[in-house]
Nanobody, 118 residues
Framework: QVQLVESGGGWVQIGGSLRLSCVGS?????????MAWYRQAPGEERELVAS?????YYDHSVKGRFTISRDSAKNTLYLQMNSLKPEDTAMYYC??????????????WGQGTQDHQD
């Protein structure tokens, strides 16, 4: 069983920064497994933003602006978002493997946190 709770979204000026957090818990959760951030804009499909396992992966649209990281002591995944653009406005979701240490058997999702740019 895995539970994920995101926080840190909000209103920010274009060009500003936000840091999203995702706290994981449950008997099947390990912060050291593969983890990821997705986002979904209104009317769009959910898309992968960044993931972390042995290394980090970034979608080309956020590379150089976003940084994914994790704190093992706090069971927390982060997404530092800098130089925000209007097209970054979306609901952001944290994802952990449903079973095992990677996403081959599906995703468990958090409830999401909304990011808005003015």
């Amino acid at each position: 069983q895995v539970q994920l709770v995101e926080s840190g979204g909000g209103w920010v000026q274009i060009g500003g920064s936000l840091r999203l957090s995702c706290v994981g818990s449950g008997s099947d959760f390990s912060i050291n497994n593969a983890m990821a951030w997705y986002r979904q804009a209104p009317g769009e499909e959910r898309e992968l933003v960044a993931s972390i396992s042995s290394g980090a992966y970034y979608d080309h649209s956020v590379k150089g602006r976003f940084t994914i990281s994790r704190d093992s002591a706090k069971n927390t995944l982060y997404l530092q978002m800098n130089s925000l653009k209007p097209e970054d406005t979306a609901m952001y979701y944290c994802a952990a493997p449903r079973h095992g240490s990677d996403f081959s058997k599906g995703h468990t999702w958090g409830q999401g946190t909304q990011d808005h740019q003015d």
